[in-house]
C-alpha cells in the first residue's frame, strides 16, 4: 500500500487517512482535523462528520480509510469525486483531479 500511495506523491499535498503513520511513512500531510481522529469519537461515530468536512475542506489527492465505517455522506462524497483503487488493506481512493496532473489549483483553508 505505502508504495502505491508514494507512487502519487509528486500530485498530492494532502491524504486522509486513519492511519496516520503511513502518511508518515509516505512523507505526506494529513489535514489538521483529521490528524487525530480518537478511538472513542470513532467508536461513537462522530468521525464521519469530520471525515466529509475535511474532504469538503482540504481536498485530499488521497484517502485511505482503514477497518473503521464512516456515514453514507462520506462514501458518497468519495465516489462523486474519487476513484477507488483495489487494495486488500482498505478502501483506497484518489482523487480526479490528481490523476489528471491538475486542474483547478488548490489552496490550504485558514
Do not use: C
Not at 511513512?25 to 466529509?52: E, N
Amino acid at each position: 500500500m505505502l508504495d502505491a500511495i508514494v507512487e502519487t506523491r509528486p500530485q498530492t499535498r494532502f491524504i486522509l487517512t486513519n492511519r496516520p503513520m503511513l502518511a508518515f511513512r509516505a512523507g505526506l500531510l494529513v489535514p489538521s482535523p483529521a490528524a487525530v481522529l480518537s478511538v472513542k469519537r470513532m467508536a461513537l461515530q462522530h468521525s464521519s462528520g469530520v471525515v466529509l468536512k475535511t474532504l469538503e475542506t482540504y481536498r485530499p489527492e488521497q484517502a485511505f480509510l482503514h477497518r473503521h465505517v464512516y456515514a453514507g455522506p462520506v462514501y458518497q462524497y468519495l465516489a462523486a469525486h474519487y476513484d477507488q483503487i483495489s487494495s486488500p488493506m482498505g478502501r483506497y481512493y484518489l482523487s480526479r483531479v490528481s490523476e489528471k496532473g491538475g486542474g483547478k489549483e488548490r489552496s490550504r483553508p485558514d
